[in-house]
Every structure is written in C-alpha cells, then in structure tokens.
C-alpha cells in the first residue's frame, strides 16, 4: 500500500508535494468509486474513526463522514456540545478514553489553532486535521488544489487569488502553502484590516484593488469574512465591504478575461459574492464539495496505510 511521509495530516506546511501528488492520484481512483452505482469499497474495514467536532460545520463533518462510510470504517461522531468536556475534562483525557474503545483515528476539528500537534504528542492514534482555529484546514486546500487541477490542468505558473478575511482564515494558509507547493503563483487582496502583516514573507502578493486583482488571476477564491473570530470590528460594516470588495456579476464581467470562481463555504450570499456569481457557470464550488470527499478517502486510506 502507498503511504504518506507523515503519520498524521495535521497542517499543509507538514507534507511534502510528493504527498499532495499521491493524495490526488488516490482521489482520482475514489472519485471513480464514489461515481458508480454501488458507492463503497471494503478498504477500511478494520478500522474506526471518531470525528471529533469542538466547532460548528457542515461541510467538512458530513465530507468525512461519508469518506469514512465509503472506505467502510466503523464510525462514532462527537460533538463538543453534548461531551464531557463541558464537566473540565482536558482535550487529551477526552481523546485517550475515546481511543481506550479501540478507536484507531481521529478526525478532529478544533478552535485552538495548533490544539493538533498537542494531541499528536499524547497519543498513538494518527490525527487529521478538519480545521484548528485561524491555523490549518488542510483536507480543504487539498481539495481546492484538486478542484482547480481538475479545471486549469498543471498549477505551475497559474496565478491564484485568495480574496476576503485571509486574517482568520485557516482556508488561506493552508491554500497557500498547498498551491506554493504545486508551483502556483498566490495573491491575497482584502481590506488592510483583513490582511496580516507580514505576509508577503510567505512568498505570496498582496494586493488592495479587488478589480486589478481579478484582471490578473486565472481562478479567485473567495473567502468570507469571520464574524465569529472578531473581537473587534475590522471593516466599518458588511455592506460597505460588499460594495468594496464583494464579487458581482458587473465587476466579472467588466474583466477582459473569464475566471475560475471558487468559494469554501459557508458562504454568505450579497456579501463576499453574489447569488449571480456563485451560481454562474464560472463557479465550480459544488465541485469543490464533490471532491471534498474523495480527497478525504484518500488521506484516510494513505494515513491507515501507514498503521504499525
Ligand atoms: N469549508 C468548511 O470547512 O465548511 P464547514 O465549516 O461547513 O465544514
């Protein structure tokens, strides 16, 4: 069986281009399988996953999920809300006794960026990451990578812009350093407020003008601006920042060019983008959600692979 270089997935900046070229070369194999009538294949049959989920998702729980159902893993899902962590129980005792039920992998999603490496250091079970805080969401940029290969062919030289909260977005990061690593060239275009310093140290372009932006790109990924991680207001109001920077079909249309339109969700309609835009047929966001789970299925199957 083939195997990654990691034993956990726990951030992009971990893995090498190696991997990333294995995990689409897997994908490719489960999109085939998910696509047929009779969904599932007996791959993980001796193994059992616990999605741990301490942050609201729609997306990436179910995408997991399914991944794991289709590779045919014994499942058990957890949600903060209804746990024992709400008593003061610490993330490490919570997990250990998970995995004392001979669970073999966790899928975690976390609020606290980097809780991951902790948990790595504590337990034997391998780890991936559905997302931990403003850090990392890797399995999300191996799918946008996946979703944009499918549509533009070879990422060498493409030019990509990431737009809206790069800030609190674990989106950005891990889509930067994914795409860096396929050789891809990466803007990101926000408010200042919206924009960290230091970025541009990561290699990427940084940009204000939203319309110049998009005259440049071949694909735009659109982020939403993350009211729930503000502690303090960073853009007067949505609406202004939708008039600013908000995509609509008027601003793509006044381009001398036509873009790939990308968004992770959730998406926040007549915000960061228009229902005329996400629903075009520039934009390929619900095959980014189809992806999603064969990308998934991939790293579940390469991890497993990599069991003692
Ligand atoms: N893209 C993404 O992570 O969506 P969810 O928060 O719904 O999982």
Redesign the pocket.
């Known amino acids: 069986m083939s195997l990654l270089s990691q034993k956990h997935l726990l951030g992009i900046q971990d893995i090498t281009t190696q991997d990333i070229q294995l995990i689409f070369e897997t994908a490719k194999q489960f999109k085939e399988v998910i696509n047929r009538p009779i969904k599932k294949v007996p791959s993980l049959r001796d193994i059992t996953i616990a999605n741990l989920f301490f942050e ?6 179910i995408s997991f999920e399914l991944a794991e159902k289709r590779l045919s893993a014994d499942v058990i899902n957890f949600s903060a809300a209804s746990s024992s962590t709400k008593k003061g129980e610490t993330l490490i005792d919570t997990v250990n006794n998970i995995l004392a039920m001979k669970v073999d992998m966790i899928v975690m999603r976390h609020p606290n960026p980097g809780a991951h490496q902790l948990l790595a250091k504590h337990i034997d079970a391998q780890i991936v990451n559905a ?1 931990d805080g403003t850090h990392e ?1 890797p399995t ?1 940029a191996l799918l946008d990578a996946f979703s944009m290969q499918e549509k533009l062919g070879d990422l060498r030289g493409k030019k990509v812009l990431i737009c809206g909260d790069i800030k609190h977005s674990r ?1 950005a990061l891990s889509n930067i350093f994914c795409l860096q690593k396929l050789g891809a060239k990466v803007r990101v275009c926000g408010p200042p407020t919206l924009i960290p310093k230091f970025i541009e140290n990561l290699g990427v372009e940084v940009s204000y003008d939203i319309k110049e932006s998009l005259q440049w790109c071949d694909v735009a990924n659109v982020l939403r601006i993350q009211l729930e991680r503000q502690d303090i207001k960073y853009i007067p109001s949505l609406r202004e920042y939708s008039m600013a920077f908000g995509l609509n079909k008027q601003l793509l249309d006044s381009l001398k060019k036509e873009i790939v339109i990308m968004h ?3 998406m926040n309609r007549g915000v960061e983008i228009d229902s005329d835009v996400a629903d075009s047929k520039h934009a390929i966001i619900l095959q980014q959600v189809e992806n999603g789970v064969a990308i998934r299925m991939a790293v579940l199957y390469l991890l497993a692979g990599k069991k003692e």
Request: no cysteine; aromatic share 0%; proline share 15%.
């Open positions: 609201n998702s729609t997306r990436t729980r997302g969401h999300q989106v992770p969700g959730p």
